[in-house]
């Protein structure tokens, strides 16, 4: 461990150096999955082909392919006694980012798989979370931190 790079191991990463990542994933269909991640949840659109389309996905690249089977998921994960999908991804926002987004899957007529709702309330790592599907079945889900500085508090 190096204790000038955030306790990570040496050659790693500082911790507090907040680097995107990018993530490639197979959808069903490129019309519904721009509705979907371009309209409801406002990310940007990069480069794409009649294959793949390529997002900004809260400052993270995706890339969302059609060229195989959209993954399977399964209410695997269990959180609080809350049962959640597994595989998931998604991204975490600041609080009133959040509730906004909540917000605009709503309006969109989206149904949840997990409600927005609050977790570990008055702990160091309380926070805001949703989950739901975009239109192939991926699973996603959105979480807020109230203290951000707690994301990766034990």
Known sequence: MNATNGGAPAG????D??????????????DSTRRFYGEVLGCREGRSTETWVDFD?????????????????????LVEN??????????I???????ALAERIR????AFVVEPR?????QPGEQATMFLHDLSGNALEFKSFR????????
């Open 12 to 15: 790693a990463p500082a911790r």
């Open 17 to 30: 150096t907040a680097r995107p990542f990018h993530y490639a994933f197979h959808v069903r269909d490129l």
């Open 57 to 77: 996905f809260f400052g993270n690249q995706i890339s969302a392919h059609t060229t195989g089977p959209v993954a399977a998921t399964a209410p695997t994960g």
């Open 82 to 91: 809350v049962r959640v999908p597994m595989p998931h991804f998604g991204a």
């Open 93 to 99: 926002l600041g609080w009133d980012e959040f509730h």
């Open 107 to 110: 309006a969109a007529g989206l």
């Open 118 to 122: 609050i977790r570990y309330e008055g």
């Open 147 to 154: 203290h951000p500085e707690h994301v990766f508090t034990a």
